[in-house]
């Protein structure tokens, strides 16, 4: 019997004013939307954080990198870079970048064609497909030995 189980993990869509959070999961290699964190005093909310943390219990967790078209990096590159070090200080879980060039755009597509779109939709939309990109890059971990 094999103890290796999929992984849970949380992905984020790290915003100044706001924060996407979706959840997903190795096995199906999906995420689902879950909801978006207000940063009213330009401050991750640490608080809604926790709470998601501790009813997910995710073993790790994905941030998305804004970058430039052309790859380089802004100011909000490295905020979200720090965001993921506090994250990892915080809860002591791996934490795991992707870039995350045009996620929003691909978020407010999805809503649109769903007939749903809300502007308060599109981050947890994003962070969803922070998510599923970054299941999507990871090797197999079929263990038939």
């Given at each position: 019997m094999s103890e290796s189980k999929p992984r849970v993990l949380l992905g984020f869509d790290f915003g100044i004013r706001r924060i996407g959070v979706a959840?997903?999961?190795?096995?199906?290699?999906?995420?689902?939307?879950?909801?978006?964190?207000?940063?009213?005093?330009?401050?991750?909310?640490?608080r809604g954080i926790s709470r998601l943390i501790e009813q997910w219990q995710p073993d790790a967790l994905v941030i998305g990198l804004p970058l430039n078209l052309d790859g380089s990096e802004h100011e909000v590159t490295r905020l979200a870079r720090r965001f993921g070090n506090r994250l990892k200080g915080r809860y002591n879980l791996p934490v795991f970048t992707i870039d995350e060039r045009l996620s929003s755009v691909e978020a407010e597509r999805y809503l649109t064609e769903q007939g749903r779109f809300s502007k308060g939709d599109v981050d947890k939309q994003a962070a969803r497909i922070i998510l599923e990109s970054w299941l999507a890059q990871q090797p197999?971990?079929?263990?038939?030995a």
């Open positions: 959840v997903g999961q190795e096995l199906t290699r999906t995420a689902r939307a879950l909801e978006t964190l207000s940063s009213p005093d330009g401050g991750p909310d640490w197999d971990t079929d263990n038939d």
